[in-house]
C-alpha cells in the first residue's frame, strides 16, 4: 500500500510540475481598448527568458523588450566559464517543468549545456527578436503622471544613451551576478580575476597561482586548476561541508526512453524534487526529523572527508565546526582528494597583507603568478547599477543598501508596477531556484492578467502588507540552522538572513498566490478603455 501511494503521488507532482504553465496558454488577454502593456524586462539569463516565454504563451502578449548586456542569452550560464562550472542541483530538476529536456548528458550538466539548452528555448519561442543585446538599463523612474517608467538605458557597443517609457518594469537579472572583490585584493598588482570574469586569456600553466575561498566555485574550480599549475595555494577562511556528487552519465538509451515516453521523464524529475524537499528538513531546526537528518549528513560529509584526505593535519583544516547546512552545502567528488596532490597547499590563517605579487598571512609572505578570486558576489547591493526610482522620489538602492528585503521577494513598497525575480528571501538552500522563478513567473503573469482584466494603471504592493510579510519570515527563520552564527552570504552584516526563503518550495508555491487586495491601485482613464 506504501508503495502505491508513493507512486500516486510522484506521478501526481511530476504531471503537476510539467504543466505547471499549460493552464491558459495562448489566451490573450487585453485591456478593455484591446492594447496590452509595454513591459521592460531586465536580463536574459534563467528568470528573463522565462518571463518572456509565458508572457507570449500565457498572455498571447507581444509588447516586451528584454535589455542584457551580453551578446548571448544565459545570464549567470553565459557569463561563469570558470573551469568544472556545473550546477549543483540535478539536470533534470534544474530545468523548466514547460521544456523539460530528455537530452540531459548527465547527473549534474556543466555550465555549457546548461547555456546551449536556454539558447534553444530563446530559438524555439521566438525571443531573438525581443532581445537587445549589449544593453544596459542604467535608470527607470515613475512617472506619475504617465502611469509609467521612464527607462535610461545605454548602448554599451557605441555608449549612447536613450530614454524610452514602459508600463511595467521586471527585473530578471538575478542577485549571484555582482562579482565581491576584497577590498584587500585591489592592491594586487599581477594577474588576477574573479570566478566569474574568467580570463581564458591567461596561461597558468606551470605557474604558481593562488585560488582565494572555498565556497561553491571554489570547490569547482580547484581540482581543474590543479592539473595545470605548478603549484596551487588556496586561502581558506571557513571549511565548507561536502558530500559525495555521484555524477553520472544518461545513457542513450536512457535518453530515449525520456523522449519516447514523457512520464519517465516526469516521474524521474519528481522523484529528484521530493529529494531535494525532502533534505530541507536538516535545514529547520523545530522539525522532529531534524536531528536524524543532520546527524546522518554530518556523518556522510565527515566519513567522505576522512577516506577522501589521508593526512591528519590537512584533515583537520577541511572539517567544518559550524552546524552542517548553516553554509551551503557542497557536492564535489574531486576536491577534497585534491589536496592530497603534492603540488597544492592549504592555508587556513588569516591575510594579513597583499602588496604588488604577494600575499602576507601569520606564517609568512608568498608571490604568485596569479590569484583567482573565488570571494562570492554582493547579495545585498544586487540591483547592481541600476536605479530603480518609484512614488515619491524612492530610491531603491537607498532602500536596499543594507537591509533588501521585498513582499513575496516579487514587489516593493512606493514601486508600483516593479516585479524582481528571484529578489530578497527567494533564494534555496536545498532544492532548484528555477522552481522559485516559474513560481514568481506565475505570480507575475497573474498580476499583468488581473491589471488588465480591472483596467488598472498601476499595482503597488500596500507598505502594511510587505511589513507584515517580512516580520513573519523573519520570525520563522530564527528556528533554521541558518540562524546558528556561522556568517555566510545569505545573511546582510546584521546577520540578518537576506537571501534565502525561510521554507521547503512547497510553502513558498503555496504562498505566492497573487491577490489584488494585497495591492493599492490606480484605474486607467476611461476613455482609454472605451
Known amino acids: 500500500a506504501m508503495w502505491v501511494w508513493l507512486i500516486a503521488v510522484t506521478v501526481l507532482i511530476g504531471a503537476l510540475s510539467s504543466f505547471f504553465f499549460v493552464v491558459g496558454k495562448k489566451k490573450k488577454v487585453t485591456y478593455a481598448d484591446e492594447t496590452t502593456p509595454t513591459i521592460a524586462i531586465i536580463g536574459a539569463g534563467v528568470s528573463g527568458l522565462c518571463m518572456g516565454i509565458q508572457l507570449k504563451e500565457q498572455l498571447g502578449l507581444t509588447t516586451f523588450t528584454m535589455y542584457d548586456m551580453e551578446k548571448e542569452v544565459g545570464g549567470t550560464w553565459l557569463v561563469n566559464q570558470y573551469p568544472g562550472c556545473a550546477c549543483d542541483i540535478p539536470s533534470h530538476l534544474y530545468s523548466f517543468s514547460f521544456a523539460l529536456n530528455p537530452e540531459w548528458s548527465e547527473r549534474y550538466s556543466g555550465q555549457k549545456e546548461i547555456c546551449e539548452y536556454l539558447q534553444k528555448l530563446a530559438k524555439k519561442y521566438d525571443l531573438y527578436p525581443k532581445i537587445r543585446f549589449r544593453t544596459r538599463v542604467e535608470k527607470a523612474e515613475w512617472i506619475p503622471n504617465r502611469n509609467q517608467y521612464l527607462l535610461v538605458i545605454r548602448n554599451l557597443n557605441t555608449g549612447k544613451q536613450e530614454q524610452s517609457y514602459a508600463d511595467v518594469v521586471i527585473n530578471g537579472s538575478g542577485g549571484l551576478r555582482i562579482p565581491k572583490t576584497p577590498e584587500a585584493f585591489k592592491n594586487f598588482k599581477g594577474p588576477m580575476w574573479h570566478s566569474a570574469q574568467w580570463d581564458s586569456k591567461i596561461d597558468i600553466k606551470d605557474k604558481i597561482v593562488a585560488v582565494i575561498g572555498s565556497g561553491p566555485s571554489a570547490i569547482q574550480i580547484i581540482p581543474k586548476v590543479a592539473e595545470d599549475v605548478k603549484e596551487l595555494h588556496v586561502y581558506q577562511r571557513t571549511a565548507s561541508w561536502i558530500v559525495r556528487r555521484g555524477n553520472y552519465k544518461y545513457s542513450s538509451e536512457n535518453k530515449s526512453k525520456f523522449a519516447k515516453y514523457p512520464i519517465l521523464l516526469w516521474l524521474h524529475r519528481a522523484y529528484i524534487f521530493l529529494y531535494q524537499e525532502f533534505i530541507f528538513v536538516t535545514f529547520r531546526k523545530d522539525h522532529w526529523m531534524h536531528p536524524f537528518a543532520t546527524n546522518t549528513a554530518g556523518q556522510r560529509a565527515k566519513g567522505y572527508l576522512q577516506s577522501s584526505v589521508s593526512d591528519p593535519d590537512i584533515r583537520q583544516k577541511l572539517t567544518p565546526t559550524y552546524t552542517i547546512g548553516c553554509k551551503r552545502i557542497s557536492v564535489a567528488d574531486d576536491y577534497l582528494p585534491t589536496f592530497m596532490r603534492p603540488n597544492v597547499k592549504l592555508f587556513t590563517e588569516p591575510i594579513e597583507k597583499v602588496s604588488d605579487k604577494t600575499i602576507k598571512t601569520a606564517n609568512g609572505e608568498r608571490q604568485y603568478d596569479a590569484v583567482i578570486l573565488a570571494t562570492g558576489f554582493d547579495v545585498v547591493g544586487g540591483l547592481g547599477d541600476l536605479k530603480l526610482?518609484?512614488?515619491?522620489?524612492?530610491?531603491?538602492?537607498?532602500?536596499?543598501?543594507?537591509?533588501?528585503?521585498?513582499?513575496?521577494?516579487?514587489?516593493?513598497?512606493?514601486?508600483?508596477?516593479?516585479?524582481?525575480?528571484?529578489?530578497?528571501?527567494?533564494?534555496?538552500?536545498?532544492?532548484?531556484?528555477?522552481?522559485?522563478v516559474e513560481c514568481q513567473v506565475n505570480y507575475i503573469i497573474e498580476a499583468l492578467k488581473v491589471m488588465m482584466q480591472q483596467n488598472k494603471a498601476s499595482l503597488v504592493v500596500k507598505s502594511e502588507v510587505q511589513q507584515a510579510f517580512n516580520e513573519h519570515l523573519q520570525s520563522r527563520m530564527s528556528s533554521t540552522v541558518w540562524k546558528s552564527?556561522?556568517?555566510?552570504?545569505?545573511?546582510?552584516?546584521?546577520?540578518?538572513?537576506?537571501?534565502?526563503?525561510?521554507?521547503?518550495?512547497?510553502?513558498?508555491?503555496?504562498?505566492?498566490?497573487?491577490?489584488?487586495?494585497?495591492?493599492?491601485?490606480?484605474?486607467?482613464?476611461?476613455?482609454?478603455?472605451?
Open 389 to 436: 526610482i518609484g512614488e515619491d522620489g524612492a530610491d531603491l538602492q537607498d532602500e536596499w543598501k543594507d537591509d533588501p528585503s521585498a513582499y513575496l521577494g516579487m514587489s516593493y513598497k512606493k514601486h508600483p508596477n516593479a516585479y524582481f525575480i528571484m529578489g530578497p528571501n527567494t533564494q534555496l538552500g536545498h532544492n532548484s531556484v528555477i522552481f522559485m
Open 485 to 530: 552564527g556561522c556568517g555566510s552570504w545569505y545573511q546582510n552584516k546584521l546577520g540578518k538572513i537576506v537571501a534565502l526563503w525561510h521554507g521547503n518550495c512547497t510553502s513558498y508555491w503555496r504562498a505566492a498566490k497573487f491577490n489584488i487586495a494585497n495591492y493599492s491601485s490606480s484605474p486607467r482613464p476611461t476613455a482609454a478603455g472605451g
